[in-house]
């Protein structure tokens, strides 16, 4: 399994997490609750753990070409939820 971690520098680390969790819930298995999330792709896992001031983003999958999907899904997702704060990609290191 691989992986990759990031940290997400925002005050709105809540909000964005129960966004994630709840755009994705409909398409594929979600758990969340008490500030945590996990959002299950066909490509890979994503766990995220919202702080007063950060999300922390966990991903994992099998292979490189996985790993780099289930980024690129979360990624996106996440910069278009706060759009408001101009947040630029992620810096996930593998």
């Not at 594929?28 to 983003?57: K, N, P, W």
């Amino acid at each position: 399994m691989l992986t990759a971690i990031t940290r997400c520098e925002t005050p709105n680390a809540g909000k964005y997490l129960q966004q994630l969790c709840k755009h994705f819930a409909h398409k594929v298995e979600v758990a969340y609750g008490d500030g945590h999330g996990q959002c299950r792709f066909s490509c890979g896992t994503a766990t995220m753990h919202a702080g007063l001031e950060r999300l922390d983003i966990v991903v994992e999958a099998a292979d490189a070409t996985a790993l780099t999907e289930t980024k690129q899904v979360i990624e996106s997702h996440l910069v278009r939820f706060a759009f408001r704060e101009n947040l630029q990609p992620l810096a996930l290191r593998d």
